[in-house]
């Protein structure tokens, strides 16, 4: 059965596939390769961390073991005022640290020079944790932004870091980019304003370096809802979103978004259960003209979800 | 009964039974990943249809749908026609009865596990590669593997002189979409991150499309459309045509999923040109099956086999005439991200691929089984009922991309553009709900043959029988 037809085929087969995966795949990693982080890139990166979506850490897609991002009006160490405030990323001990930190590579050239000889991510531990900011320095004549290991440069712990923000300047933003992509928010919101004719609605379309070190970027395909990367521009209240997310045709009669009332979990801000049961034949009336306002939105609890995401949504999507 | 075979020696377990579990496991995937869709799509145009549990919400049943329907139902059909065409191709028996059973069996837990899982909400976050990486790595070592050595095996233990085009194409096409998973799941086990990530999701997305199901569609249809009339088929060469350029066009243009993202320009405006070459082989394929067909017409009225995968070929000229031109530039801007897209996904998947598998599952399960269909009329029924749902379901989704796309561009509130969406919501949930109770027809007809049809004589061919209902 020695027939050389198949050989020859086989061959024509690898020779030709392998010439298109060259093409579509070696081809575009230099390219990839060369985007310069851009600021929207490092705060994406050190807010989400190693990867949202299924991971060792994080194997329920739930949002454990997520950076906590935190708003900074005064110095964690010494108490100084900041002004304005500046953002930090905490990394608490054996959180998985973003790529950029550990693959300084991936920051692109210049970023990559000062993170790490002004910005010493190197020393950055896991097992102890840290705290990162982003900050401006000049490579080359050029102003870049880079990585700063506050924790080496500045002296600041996470615990304390996150004293001095309270819960009231933490956000969520990592645990809440999870929620995003476990709850399949994405099948319908995309991020990713097209550069041909989105600018007046949805704003302006990303650029090169606004993606290193994240995963999954989830751009979405299938848009039955606007485009979200800057939704937080256009409408930056937190009572809006938390009606919103509960019920959106609380606020949106003729809205197709399903409600996401379950994210709030057992409990409201108070510690009280939420009587779903109750709310849905309180509101099932005012649609009937039996009540006269909507019944009110239970206030979402600290550690709920929906708290997560909205931290997200304001925080990160400007 | 697939218990007992699993552990049995090879010889003892009779000829067929892959094909007949893979034929029986994939009409029952498209039962449900049909059914999910009709779900979804009634949640599109009812929101607060069953509402408040995270069990039912459209996010995490969307994809459930999307992979039970892909892996679950085509490519299992594909599975079931591999396990009969390949070794009738090469006058010879499967190479081992015994590892198509377990490929089966794999296939199923494998799926249902990463169904469940996804459905959970348990996901990479990635579109098309939702699943997570230990469930990829068993659908390419537990599923494509075992399928692929078995397929492999049995051409080189062909006793043929040549290899008919359809083997060319399950043999290639299974080791080229075993690299695609591969590639497509570096991004999660290097994590890989960024535009790098993002490139590789729809390299996936569009490599599983163009190197596995439509091309594997073809193949069958390569086989279907010649046994069932007894023409023999137009071209050979055409029909190499056809596989040497789906290997070379096909492959290349990923990135013109990603037109306005911010990749290099070069790479998207070389994607273009090659994904408009892909009407060399779409329209290679088209031709040589029509001309296959001359004399022969009457039996796209009269055989229910034909009639199907003579709808597939007929659905592939628009899908191809879409596919060629949407992704340029000039037309890729108004349509990109809208219903439009969704109308040409399910022509390609609902209308092109079902069809031609649908026909091969129906013939395939009447050979294997050598019963005769059970009942002509609920096949008709079925036939109807997809082709109708079906068209209800495209033409709508792409009236309302177009609605959608001229609201990007007018600068329409999004509000707005959902309220004029909602009719067409609605009459794509009508033509999903269709499809799905077509194929509950369909499931209790080949259930029926397999229990009541009438044994089909040695020697003979279940569509030469005349039909008894």
Same mark, same amino acid.
């Given at each position: 059965?020695?027939?050389?037809?198949?050989?020859?085929?086989?061959?024509?087969?690898?020779?030709?596939?392998?010439?298109?995966?060259?093409?579509?795949?070696?081809?575009?990693?230099?390219?990839?390769?060369?985007?310069?982080?851009?600021?929207?890139?490092?705060?994406?990166?050190?807010?989400?961390?190693?990867?949202?979506?299924?991971?060792?850490?994080?194997?329920?897609?739930?949002?454990?073991?997520?950076?906590?991002?935190?708003?900074?009006?005064?110095?964690?160490?010494?108490?100084?005022?900041?002004?304005?405030?500046?953002?930090?990323?905490?990394?608490?001990?054996?959180?998985?640290?973003?790529?950029?930190?550990?693959?300084? !590579?991936?920051?692109?050239?210049?970023?990559? /020079?000062?993170?790490?000889? @002004?910005?010493?991510?190197?020393? %950055?531990?896991? &097992? +102890?944790?840290?705290?990162?900011?982003?900050?401006?320095?000049?490579?080359?004549?050029?102003?870049?932004?880079?990585?700063?290991?506050?924790?080496?440069?500045?002296?600041?712990?996470?615990?304390?870091?996150?004293?001095?923000?309270?819960?009231?300047?933490?956000?969520?933003?990592?645990?809440?980019?999870?929620?995003?992509?476990?709850?399949?928010?994405?099948?319908?919101?995309?991020?990713?304003?097209?550069?041909?004719?989105?600018?007046?609605?949805?704003?302006?379309?990303?650029?090169?370096?606004?993606?290193?070190? !994240?995963?999954?970027?989830?751009?979405?395909? /299938?848009?039955?809802?606007? @485009?979200?990367?800057?939704?937080? %521009?256009?409408? &930056? +209240?937190?009572?809006?979103?938390?009606?919103?997310?509960?019920?959106?045709?609380?606020?949106?009669?003729?809205?197709?978004?399903?409600?996401?009332?379950?994210?709030?979990?057992?409990?409201?801000?108070?510690?009280?259960?939420?009587?779903?049961?109750?709310?849905?034949?309180?509101?099932?009336?005012?649609?009937?003209?039996?009540?006269?306002?909507?019944?009110?939105?239970?206030?979402?609890?600290?550690?709920?979800?929906?708290?997560?995401?909205?931290?997200?949504?304001?925080?990160?999507?400007? | 009964?697939?218990?007992?075979?699993?552990?049995?020696?090879?010889?003892?377990?009779?000829?067929?039974?892959?094909?007949?579990?893979?034929?029986?496991?994939?009409?029952?995937?498209?039962?449900?990943?049909?059914?999910?869709?009709?779900?979804?799509?009634?949640?599109?145009?009812?929101?607060?249809?069953?509402?408040?549990?995270?069990?039912?919400?459209?996010?995490?049943?969307?994809?459930?749908?999307?992979?039970?329907?892909?892996?679950?139902?085509?490519?299992?059909?594909?599975?079931?026609?591999?396990?009969?065409?390949?070794?009738?191709?090469?006058?010879?028996?499967?190479?081992?009865?015994?590892?198509?059973?377990?490929?089966?069996?794999?296939?199923?837990?494998?799926?249902?596990?990463?169904?469940?899982?996804?459905?959970?909400?348990?996901?990479?976050?990635?579109?098309?590669?939702?699943?997570?990486?230990?469930?990829?790595?068993?659908?390419?070592?537990?599923?494509?593997?075992?399928?692929?050595?078995?397929?492999?095996?049995?051409?080189?233990?062909?006793?043929?002189?040549?290899?008919?085009?359809?083997?060319?194409?399950?043999?290639?096409?299974?080791?080229?979409?075993?690299?695609?998973?591969?590639?497509?799941?570096?991004?999660?086990?290097?994590?890989?991150?960024?535009?790098?990530?993002?490139?590789?999701?729809?390299?996936?997305?569009?490599?599983?499309?163009?190197?596995?199901?439509?091309?594997?569609?073809?193949?069958?249809?390569?086989?279907?459309?010649?046994?069932?009339?007894?023409?023999?088929?137009?071209?050979?060469?055409?029909?190499?045509?056809?596989?040497?350029?789906?290997?070379?066009?096909?492959?290349?243009?990923?990135?013109?999923?990603?037109?306005?993202?911010?990749?290099?320009?070069?790479?998207?405006?070389?994607?273009?040109?090659?994904?408009?070459?892909?009407?060399?082989?779409?329209?290679?394929?088209?031709?040589?099956?029509?001309?296959?067909?001359?004399?022969?017409?009457?039996?796209?009225?009269?055989?229910?086999?034909?009639?199907?995968?003579?709808?597939?070929?007929?659905?592939?000229?628009?899908?191809?005439?879409?596919?060629?031109?949407?992704?340029?530039?000039?037309?890729?801007?108004?349509?990109?991200?809208?219903?439009?897209?969704?109308?040409?996904?399910?022509?390609?998947?609902?209308?092109?691929?079902?069809?031609?598998?649908?026909?091969?599952?129906?013939?395939?399960?009447?050979?294997?089984?050598?019963?005769?269909?059970?009942?002509?009329?609920?096949?008709?029924?079925?036939?109807?009922?997809?082709?109708?749902?079906?068209?209800?379901?495209?033409?709508?989704?792409?009236?309302?991309?177009?609605?959608?796309?001229?609201?990007?561009?007018?600068?329409?509130?999004?509000?707005?553009?959902?309220?004029?969406?909602?009719?067409?919501?609605?009459?794509?949930?009508?033509?999903?709900?269709?499809?799905?109770?077509?194929?509950?027809?369909?499931?209790?007809?080949?259930?029926?043959?397999?229990?009541?049809?009438?044994?089909?004589?040695?020697?003979?061919?279940?569509?030469?029988?005349?039909?008894?209902?």
């Amino acid at each position: 059965m020695a027939f050389r037809r198949h050989k020859f085929g086989s061959a024509g087969i690898g020779l030709m596939f392998g010439f298109s995966m060259c093409i579509t795949l070696f081809g575009p990693s230099n390219d990839f390769r060369s985007g310069v982080s851009t600021w929207v890139g490092l705060d994406k990166q050190l807010s989400l961390g190693r990867v949202i979506g299924f991971s060792y850490e994080d194997p329920t897609v739930s949002g454990d073991g997520k950076p906590i991002t935190v708003i900074l009006n005064k110095d964690p160490k010494t108490g100084v005022a900041i002004d304005p405030p500046i953002r930090a990323y905490v990394y608490k001990p054996g959180v998985k640290f973003s790529p950029g930190v550990n693959h300084p !590579e991936l920051l692109g050239p210049g970023v990559e /020079d000062l993170s790490m000889r @002004d910005g010493k991510i190197s020393s %950055a531990s896991m &097992s +102890s944790g840290a705290v990162f900011t982003v900050s401006k320095g000049v490579f080359n004549d050029e102003e870049v932004d880079y990585i700063e290991n506050a924790s080496a440069t500045r002296g600041w712990t996470p615990d304390k870091t996150l004293r001095t923000a309270g819960d009231a300047n933490s956000r969520y933003v990592g645990k809440g980019k999870t929620i995003y992509i476990s709850e399949g928010c994405w099948w319908c919101h995309t991020l990713l304003p097209e550069q041909t004719q989105d600018w007046q609605m949805f704003g302006q379309p990303p650029f090169l370096g606004d993606f290193n070190g !994240e995963m999954p970027t989830a751009f979405g395909s /299938d848009r039955k809802a606007p @485009d979200i990367l800057h939704v937080a %521009a256009r409408n &930056s +209240s937190r009572e809006w979103m938390t009606m919103h997310f509960f019920n959106p045709r609380l606020v949106q009669p003729n809205s197709i978004m399903p409600r996401f009332d379950y994210l709030w979990g057992k409990q409201d801000a108070n510690g009280n259960s939420i009587d779903f049961a109750k709310w849905r034949a309180d509101y099932s009336d005012y649609l009937h003209g039996k009540r006269i306002y909507a019944p009110e939105v239970p206030e979402p609890a600290r550690d709920s979800e929906v708290r997560a995401l909205i931290d997200w949504i304001l925080t990160s999507l400007k | 009964m697939l218990m007992k075979y699993l552990f049995a020696k090879n010889d003892e377990i009779p000829a067929g039974s892959a094909t007949i579990f893979f034929g029986f496991s994939s009409i029952f995937w498209f039962v449900v990943g049909t059914g999910l869709g009709s779900f979804n799509a009634a949640k599109l145009a009812f929101p607060d249809w069953v509402t408040g549990t995270e069990l039912f919400a459209f996010g995490h049943m969307r994809q459930v749908h999307v992979l039970a329907v892909i892996i679950g139902w085509i490519s299992m059909a594909f599975g079931m026609t591999m396990m009969y065409m390949t070794p009738a191709l090469g006058n010879t028996k499967l190479w081992s009865e015994k590892l198509g059973l377990w490929t089966v069996f794999l296939w199923n837990i494998g799926l249902s596990l990463g169904l469940l899982l996804l459905w959970m909400g348990i996901t990479s976050g990635r579109e098309y590669n939702d699943l997570i990486w230990p469930i990829d790595l068993v659908v390419i070592f537990g599923v494509l593997l075992p399928l692929g050595i078995n397929v492999w095996m049995t051409i080189a233990h062909r006793k043929t002189q040549g290899i008919y085009i359809t083997n060319w194409f399950f043999g290639a096409c299974i080791f080229m979409v075993m690299i695609v998973f591969l590639v497509g799941q570096s991004p999660e086990l290097f994590n890989l991150t960024g535009l790098t990530e993002a490139y590789l999701t729809f390299w996936f997305a569009h490599n599983v499309l163009g190197l596995w199901i439509t091309p594997v569609a073809a193949a069958i249809a390569y086989y279907t459309i010649p046994k069932l009339t007894g023409n023999p088929l137009y071209s050979h060469r055409i029909g190499h045509l056809h596989f040497w350029a789906i290997i070379v066009f096909y492959s290349t243009p990923a990135s013109h999923h990603l037109m306005s993202a911010p990749l290099p320009e070069w790479l998207k405006s070389f994607a273009s040109v090659e994904g408009v070459l892909i009407l060399i082989p779409a329209v290679a394929f088209v031709a040589n099956i029509l001309l296959t067909m001359k004399g022969k017409w009457t039996m796209f009225v009269e055989n229910v086999e034909t009639k199907f995968s003579i709808t597939g070929v007929l659905l592939a000229i628009p899908l191809n005439m879409q596919g060629g031109f949407q992704q340029t530039r000039a037309i890729n801007w108004y349509v990109h991200g809208t219903g439009w897209i969704v109308a040409h996904a399910h022509l390609a998947l609902l209308g092109m691929s079902s069809f031609l598998e649908a026909a091969a599952v129906y013939f395939g399960l009447q050979q294997m089984l050598r019963r005769k269909l059970y009942s002509l009329t609920l096949a008709n029924l079925h036939y109807w009922f997809f082709i109708v749902g079906f068209c209800i379901y495209w033409i709508s989704m792409t009236i309302a991309g177009l609605i959608q796309g001229a609201g990007k561009i007018y600068e329409v509130p999004y509000i707005d553009v959902v309220v004029a969406e909602h009719p067409y919501m609605i009459a794509r949930w009508v033509g999903g709900t269709m499809v799905f109770t077509g194929n509950v027809v369909w499931l209790f007809n080949m259930w029926m043959t397999a229990r009541e049809g009438t044994l089909v004589p040695e020697g003979r061919y279940a569509h030469e029988l005349a039909y008894e209902r």
